[in-house]
C-alpha cells in the first residue's frame, strides 16, 4: 500500500509533554516544538518564547520571540502581542501543525484582548494557566492543557469541573472531543 503524503499527514501522531511551567514538548510529524524552555536540557526545531525580558537576548534562528508570521519545517507559527509591561515582551501564538491549531497563553498574569483571541480563531488545543480559564469560553477549544499550576485540585477548582490527569497526551486530529475536555499533564 502506497501512502500520498496527505494521508500520511492525517496518521501522524502527537505527543505532547509538559515539563512545569510554561515549557511544554509538541512532537509531530518528525518536528518538536518547544514552549518557554527553562534551561538548554531538550532541543527543539522550533522554540517559542512567549515572555522575553527586554532587552532581548540573543536570539537563534529557531527560537521565536515577539508577534509576527513564521514558518519553520513546515509549522505555521503567528504571534500576537499580549498583556505586557515595560520590563517584558508577551506573546501569545498559534500553531498549525499536522492539520491541528494549537494555541500557547504563555504569562499567566493576563487574558489577552477580544481583538486577539478573535484573531486567534478556531483552537483545538489550548495552553493556559487556571488563572486564564474565562478564555476557554471565547475561543472554545476541543482540548485545554494547563500550565503554570502546582495541583490538579487547584487546576479542577479553576475550571469548576473533574479533570483527566496523564502522563502525557499523544492524539490525532481525527481523534479530537466534540466538546472541550480539560487534560491536565503530569509534571515530566
Keep these: ?11 501522524s501522531i502527537m505527543v ?9 514538548k509538541v512532537t509531530s510529524g518528525g518536528v518538536t516544538i518547544l514552549t518557554d524552555p527553562e534551561n538548554n536540557r ?5 522554540v517559542l518564547k512567549t ?7 540573543e536570539r537563534y534562528p ?21 498583556p505586557t509591561d515595560e520590563k517584558s515582551l508577551n506573546t501569545v501564538y498559534l500553531v498549525k501543525v499536522e492539520d491541528m491549531r494549537l494555541c500557547f497563553f504563555g504569562n499567566p498574569k493576563a487574558i489577552p484582548d477580544g481583538d486577539t483571541l478573535e484573531k486567534l ?5 489550548l495552553f493556559l494557566a487556571p ?3 474565562a478564555a476557554v469560553k471565547q475561543l472554545d477549544p476541543k482540548i485545554v492543557v494547563p500550565a503554570f ?7 479542577a477548582k479553576e475550571f469548576d469541573q473533574k479533570i483527566e490527569e496523564q502522563e502525557h497526551l499523544t492524539i490525532k486530529q481525527k481523534e479530537l472531543p466534540t466538546a472541550t475536555k480539560i487534560i491536565a499533564l503530569k509534571n515530566a
Excluded at 505532547?16 to 511544554?24: D, H, K
Design 1 to 11: 500500500m502506497h501512502l500520498t503524503q496527505k494521508s500520511a499527514k492525517l496518521l
Design 16 to 24: 505532547i509533554n509538559w515539563y512545569g511551567n510554561g515549557c511544554f
Design 42 to 46: 531538550f532541543k527543539g526545531d522550533v
Design 51 to 57: 515572555s522575553q525580558s527586554i532587552p532581548l537576548e
Design 62 to 82: 529557531e527560537v521565536i520571540v515577539g508577534p509576527g508570521e513564521y514558518e519553520i519545517k513546515g509549522v505555521e507559527i503567528y504571534g500576537h502581542p499580549a
Design 121 to 125: 480563531g478556531e483552537v483545538d488545543i
Design 131 to 133: 488563572s486564564q480559564a
Design 149 to 155: 499550576f502546582k495541583t490538579v485540585k487547584e487546576v
